[in-house]
Structures are given as structure tokens and as C-alpha cells.
């Protein structure tokens, strides 16, 4: 996919970051367009602040 195929794509996920108020679905969106537009098979965010306790792993959408 060449870089002005992505770039729709690209404008809908700035779009959708801002419609759902929840953090978790909006990092879920984010991660879930960056693995997209990449061609990644898994994607993930990470925070240093973070205790390890709190930490989740969220498998790959379909």
C-alpha cells in the first residue's frame, strides 16, 4: 500500500481518536489503525510509569 493509499485511512483514525471519550478504546483504536497502516501482524503501547501489575496484553483483532 503505497503511502497516499494510507493516507484515508490515516484521516479517519484522527478522526475516530476523538469520537470515544474511554482510554482503553482509544488506545485499542489507535494501536488497532498504526498495525493497519504498517502491515504489522501485532501491535502495542507501552508506558515506563506503569507498575508491571497493571499491565495488559491485548491480542490482535481479526
Request: net charge positive; proline share 11%; aromatic share 2%.
Amino acid at each position: 500500500m503505497s503511502p497516499v493509499d494510507r493516507l484515508p485511512m490515516l484521516l479517519e483514525a484522527v478522526l475516530s481518536i476523538g469520537s470515544d471519550l474511554g482510554l482503553r478504546a482509544t488506545l485499542q483504536q489507535i494501536v488497532d489503525t498504526a498495525t493497519t497502516l504498517t502491515g504489522a501482524r501485532h501491535g502495542a503501547l507501552t508506558s515506563g510509569s506503569a507498575p508491571p501489575s497493571s499491565r495488559s496484553w491485548t491480542p490482535p483483532r481479526p
